[in-house]
């Protein structure tokens, strides 16, 4: 069964930072382009970051220069490093694949708050 689990989010004040973890199981994870979205209440998701197989990196302008994808093929897992975090960077981050998107999994709340 295919499955996407998030895990790191947390509450963090204003310029701190945070990890998020992605670990994937029941796909060929290492030939897939993973992407990390966040989402706030009455918003669509959207995508922040993405990493093809090949480890290219494309940022949303939002957070290019603050937050880092990268992923570990050997682990099955994404990773979202976020750095110098703001206020509006509040949402629940999920992961997915880039083309045929999977059945979302429950996401990470993060929090930046003083």
């Known amino acids: 069964q295919v499955q996407l689990v998030e895990s790191g989010g947390g509450l963090v004040q204003p310029g701190g930072s945070l990890r998020l973890s992605c670990a994937a199981s029941?796909?060929?994870?290492?030939?897939?382009?993973m992407g990390w979205y966040r989402q706030t209440p009455g918003k669509q998701r959207e995508l922040v970051a993405s990493i093809t197989s090949g480890g290219t990196t494309t940022y949303a302008d939002s957070v290019k220069g603050r937050f880092t994808i990268s992923r570990d093929n050997a682990k099955n897992t994404a990773y979202l490093q976020m750095n110098s975090l703001k206020p509006e960077d509040t949402a629940v981050y999920y992961c997915?694949?880039?083309?045929?998107?999977?059945?979302w999994g429950q996401g990470t709340q993060v929090t930046v708050s003083p």
């Open positions: 997915n694949r880039i083309f045929r998107p999977l059945s």
């Open positions: 029941g796909m060929i994870f290492s030939i897939n382009t």
